[in-house]
């Protein structure tokens, strides 16, 4: 005797429903750096509890909808920022240090999971540069380059940030770059990165690895962390590296 499996449909949580309705409001009365109105008008409006307000307010500025800052309400988010992922006449990286901030440039030991990538052994010590990209004054994304100590042997100890990262970066650019590959994942924020992004641990980030071959060998690895809330990647032949906001 045959028999008829069911399916039952989980009914849709309160706040789900608000945060439709929420979209369908911002996206037809409110623009782009407007402030909304405060949870207590919106709850009245709505005619939901606050909890389910904040919990779909909370949601929204996951999505990179809404920014929500301590004392100054909660504001429309702007056009994502379009971080361009380029392959055309690319070369090595720090080609145009204008585009970031430095973070420090120093000795420190490789993340393990990336020791097969770059060919050296787990928690090896490396050249590290980190730069920061900001977009609007906000910082979107984190950039950490990790070179083998083989590949630039001879960086003294005790230059400081600014001239140990130009001196790591002088140096590499004096190797033969033979190609690169890249890929991306979705991740989440470290409490460093999270810090470094001013965003909270967890947070969903965009992970770009690109990892640049010379003499056979990997010699430098790219890890750019970028802030899947407000930002987007974009990819082709032409696009140039940077951030630059979204039209």
């Not at 909890?51 to 809404?66: D, I, K, V």
């Not at 909660?74 to 720090?94: F, K, N």
């Not at 430095?102 to 490396?126: E, F, I, N, Y």
Request: hydrophobic share 40%.
């Amino acid at each position: 005797m045959a028999t008829t499996a069911t399916v039952e449909v989980a009914a849709e949580p309160k706040y789900w429903h608000l945060r439709t309705v929420l979209v369908q409001a911002i996206e037809s009365e409110f623009s782009a750096g407007q402030t909304l109105p405060n949870e207590r008008d919106l709850s009245a409006r709505f005619g939901v509890a606050r909890a389910t307000l904040r919990q779909a307010l909370e949601q929204l500025e996951l999505e990179g909808r809404l920014h929500r800052r301590r004392g100054a309400g909660t504001v429309v988010a702007g056009p994502r920022v379009d971080i361009a992922i380029g392959t055309h006449g690319e070369g090595w990286p720090g080609v145009d240090p204008g585009d970031r901030d430095l973070v420090d440039g120093t000795t420190a030991a490789l993340p393990g999971r990336l020791a097969a990538q770059l060919g050296v052994r787990p928690r090896a010590m490396v050249h590290r540069v980190r730069r920061r990209q900001l977009s609007m004054r906000q910082p979107v994304g984190i950039e950490c380059l990790y070179v083998p100590r083989a590949v630039v042997p001879r960086v003294p100890e005790l230059l400081g940030d600014n001239r140990r990262a130009a001196l790591v970066l002088r140096h590499l650019r004096n190797n033969t770059l033979e190609g690169l590959t890249r890929s991306v994942e979705v991740g989440v924020a470290e409490p460093e990165e999270a810090r470094l992004l001013e965003r909270p641990p967890g947070t969903a980030v965009l992970v770009v690895t690109t990892a640049y071959t010379s003499g056979g060998r990997t010699a430098a690895l790219a890890v750019a962390t970028y802030r899947a809330d407000t930002c987007r990647l974009a990819f082709g032949e032409d696009a140039p590296i940077g951030a630059r906001s979204a039209s």
